[in-house]
């Protein structure tokens, strides 16, 4: 059979491109090796979809090229894709630093999407693999179909026991395209022995700021049995490097608490300082870690500066991530510098084009990385 387009991959960023062409007169395929459409928005934000950010603007997004989604961003906005989300019906709520979710169910979000592309004519076809892809004469052939429009839109390889893989980049490396090298995000470190005593508090959380090579986050921490999680750990996880030690302030203000605490009672120790402020099992751990060889009202000013050092800059060196077993998205991929970021179609090869997180283009936490699908999405569509 032969169409103008054939995209590959039926998730988030796939379902937006196949929608917009075909809603603009485009016979479309869409092909997906998976039973269903949608599975990682299925399973978003615990069954809710946090399916954009109110605040998304390009230096939320990781990039070799940081302005690379501005184009993409401004035209189809936040807005524009809640304004979708309305006309369907659905009731949603914003959570914390701008996050929108589903009051119901991240379902609705796929069928809306479903709809869209019935409504755009776009054939959808399951349980596919895409096989053998070739170019001759500007027509695609792959699926056992041709076009002379392709897009990739097949994802990274995060979560692969949800059918993610990397043949976005065997595609790219095909028609001669560079890749950033990937790495998992959003995702949990590990902890070494010399850090034994954090994850034997598995559990705990605490709000924090936790840094990574200069980059902050203000959100919870918690410690895991592995390590350490929570969605300022995830959210500095994007900015890691092997090697790179991770700091958390788990007690803002640390030196006026505990002079406070000091003048308050003297004749207690560190633990009874920090258990005022912290869970107690952290505070334990702390207390060990830090150890103040003295009651507080003994404790010179120099000796509280000292503490509350450590306790503003908590520092671990991970021996690692929890990888793409755990990873919510993959960072890096088909290199931006080969794409037109108005339409996300490859320079130097015409009708190739790359969407959602196949291309080096990585959200932080909170709705940014659908919103990048979804523009993403749209602006390949409108060019097919
Ligand atoms: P996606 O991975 O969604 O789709 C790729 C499609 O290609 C899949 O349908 C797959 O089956 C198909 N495919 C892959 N290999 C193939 C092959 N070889 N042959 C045929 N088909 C193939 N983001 C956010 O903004 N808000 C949120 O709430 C969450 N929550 C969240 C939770 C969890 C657990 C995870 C793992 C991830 C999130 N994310 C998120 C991230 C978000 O899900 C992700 O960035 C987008 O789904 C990316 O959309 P894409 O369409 O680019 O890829």
Redesign the pocket.
């Not at 936490?365 to 699908?373: D, H, P, V």
């Given at each position: 059979m032969h169409y103008d387009a054939i995209i590959?991959?039926?998730?988030?960023?796939?379902?937006?491109c196949a929608a917009t062409a075909g809603q603009a007169g485009a016979r479309v395929l869409l092909?997906?090796?998976?039973p269903?459409?949608?599975?990682?928005?299925l399973?978003?934000?615990?069954g809710?979809?946090?399916?954009?950010?109110t605040g998304t603007e390009a230096s939320r997004f990781l990039s070799e090229n940081p302005h690379f989604a501005k184009s993409a961003l401004s035209r189809y906005t936040q807005w524009d894709f809640l304004e979708l989300v309305q006309a369907h019906g659905i009731a949603w709520h914003e959570k914390t630093l701008g996050?929108l979710?589903c009051d119901d169910s991240?379902r609705q979000i796929v069928a809306m999407l479903l709809d869209e592309c019935a409504k755009g004519g776009v054939e959808v076809r399951l349980s596919?693999?895409?096989g053998e892809i070739s170019h001759a004469d500007g027509i695609y052939r792959a699926a056992g179909a041709t076009a002379p429009a392709l897009v990739i839109?097949?994802?990274?390889p995060?979560?692969p026991k949800?059918?993610?893989?990397?043949?976005?980049y065997d595609i790219a490396r095909q028609f001669g395209l560079n890749i950033v090298p990937p790495r998992p995000a959003?995702v949990p470190f590990t902890l070494g022995d010399d850090d034994a005593a954090f994850r034997d508090i598995s559990g705990v959380a605490v709000p924090s700021v936790a840094s990574v090579r200069g980059k902050s986050f203000e959100e919870a921490s918690l410690f895991t049995h592995r390590g350490l999680s929570g969605p300022a750990i995830l959210q500095v996880s994007s900015y890691w490097a092997p090697g790179a030690p991770v700091t958390i302030n788990v007690l803002p203000d640390a030196g006026a608490k505990l002079r406070d605490a000091r003048k308050r009672m003297p004749r207690a120790g560190l633990k009874a300082a920090l258990v005022e402020h912290l869970p107690k099992r952290l505070a334990d751990v702390l207390a060990v870690r830090i150890a103040l060889p003295t009651e507080l009202g003994n404790a010179s000013d120099t000796m509280l500066d000292g503490v509350a050092a450590r306790l503003e800059n908590l520092t671990f060196h991970p021996t690692g991530t929890e990888g793409y077993a755990k990873?919510?998205?993959t960072a890096g991929g088909i290199d931006t510098a080969a794409l037109s970021s108005k339409t996300m179609e490859a320079r130097t090869v015409p009708g190739l084009y790359a969407?959602?997180?196949?291309?080096d283009v990585t959200?932080w936490?909170?709705?940014?990385?659908?919103?990048?699908?979804w523009s993403?999405?749209v602006a390949a569509g409108q060019a097919i």
């Open positions: 590959l991959g039926a998730g988030g960023a796939g379902l937006m092909v997906d090796h998976a269903k459409a949608g599975k990682k928005v399973i978003s934000g615990g809710r979809c946090n399916f954009t950010n996050q979710f991240a596919t693999e895409i839109a097949t994802g990274g995060s979560i949800m059918g993610a893989t990397g043949i976005a959003l990873a919510e998205v969407i959602g997180e196949a291309v959200g936490l909170g709705g940014y990385n659908f919103q990048w699908a993403s999405g």
